[in-house]
T-cell receptor
Framework: DPKIIQKPKYLVAVTGSEKILICEQYLGHNAMYWYRQSAKKPLEFMFSYSYQKLMDNQTASSRFQPQSSKKNHLDLQITALKPDDSATYFC???????????FGPGTRLTVL | QEKVQQSPESLIVPEGAMSSLNCTFSNSASQSIWWYQQHPGKGPEALISIFSNGNKKEGRLTVYLNRASLHVSLHIRDSQPSDSAVYLCAVTGGYKVVFGSGTRLLVSP
């Protein structure tokens, strides 16, 4: 059974719209993260949460908002979508910041 | 802002050879350095980490860290075609992780 679930796997959106990317982890981890990866840039850290509290935010734009309704959920809301937001978004989790992170399969977002 | 540079961008080695990948980082106070492996269409998977100067060996993998020169390297002994993937160097600082752009390794049979 998959330990980190990301939904949907593929997502197509129009410029200016809003989407929510879902992430659930069943590893019992306390920390969760969001990353973005595109052809133009390496894997880019966006947010980290620990015990549902924001620990670090490296996203310059407020259009990206993480939402943690439960300890094992960390969704990502993206508003006013732009073509430059097209990328694969990975969710990850770890027991804490000192140990390895486990990555989900990713959500590939295309903004037209 | 931590910067992580990896070299070479791509590497082709014959099966059975040693693969050597390099990574330099900008902050000597960085915590652990991790190496991740990423296959096409998949999320990265952690391979090995190092915190202290020196080397660490796990199976066919050996990692060397020199904080003074801000350099870490990964060596894969007896490389196999299944090792073909992108290898990412990741430098941690608290709850933030900075990844390099990766080295694409191809092991030819």
């Amino acid at each position: 059974d998959p330990k980190i679930i990301q939904k949907p796997k593929y997502l197509v959106a129009v410029t200016g719209s809003e989407k929510i990317l879902i992430c659930e982890q069943y590893l019992g981890h306390n920390a969760m993260y969001w990353y973005r990866q595109s052809a133009k840039k390496p894997l880019e850290f966006m947010f980290s949460y620990s015990y549902q509290k924001l620990m670090d935010n490296q996203t310059a734009s407020s259009r990206f908002q993480p939402q943690s309704s439960k300890k094992n959920h960390l969704d990502l809301q993206i508003t006013a979508l732009k073509p430059d937001d097209s990328a694969t978004y990975f969710c990850a989790s770890s027991q804490d910041y000192r140990v390895e992170q486990y990555f989900g399969p990713g959500t590939r977002l295309t903004v037209l | 802002q931590e910067k992580v540079q990896q070299s070479p961008e791509s590497l082709i080695v014959p099966e059975g050879a040693m693969s050597s990948l390099n990574c330099t980082f900008s902050n000597s106070a960085s915590q652990s350095i991790w190496w991740y492996q990423q296959h096409p269409g998949k999320g990265p998977e952690a391979l090995i980490s190092i915190f202290s100067n020196g080397n660490k060996k796990e199976g066919r993998l050996t990692v060397y860290l020199n904080r003074a020169s801000l350099h870490v390297s990964l060596h894969i002994r007896d490389s196999q075609p299944s090792d073909s993937a992108v290898y990412l160097c990741a430098v941690t600082g608290g709850y933030k992780v900075v990844f390099g752009s990766g080295t694409r390794l191809l092991v030819s049979p």
